[in-house]
Nanobody, 116 residues
Framework: QVQLVESGGGLVQAGGSLRLSCAAS????????MGWYRQAPGKQRELVAA??????TDYGDSVKGRFTISRDNANTIYLQMNSLRVEDTAVYYC???????????WGQGTQVTVSS
């Protein structure tokens, strides 16, 4: 079982920045991937950014050049969100997939609201 605890969401004006954090209850050595997804009302959950074991990153098309995923040396990933747009408003979920068994876990979600 992997617990994921997110923090950093909130309300920001368009053009502003926020940084989200996600702390896993296990070290990165136990995981294949960690990343961020988001879900806006009435829309499907979509990839925002992911970090694959070894350091490779992947971004959703709508956030490329504005968002950056990073990690520390222990068990936390970050999502730096710059130049936020109203359409970035969503609940942001952290997820992680384990190395053994490829089990997928989700955090509880954190609300990001961007006002015009």
């Amino acid at each position: 079982q992997v617990q994921l605890v997110e923090s950093g969401g909130g309300l920001v004006q368009a053009g502003g920045s926020l940084r989200l954090s996600c702390a896993a209850s296990v070290s990165f050595s136990s995981l294949n991937t960690m990343g961020w997804y988001r879900q806006a009302p009435g829309k499907q959950r979509e990839l925002v950014a992911a970090m694959i074991r070894g350091g490779t990153t992947d971004y959703g098309d709508s956030v490329k050049g504005r968002f950056t995923i990073s990690r520390d040396n222990a068990n936390t990933i970050y999502l730096q969100m710059n130049s936020l747009r109203v359409e970035d408003t969503a609940v942001y979920y952290c997820n992680a997939k384990t190395r053994i068994g490829s089990f997928l876990y989700w955090g509880q979600g954190t609300q990001v609201t961007v006002s015009s």
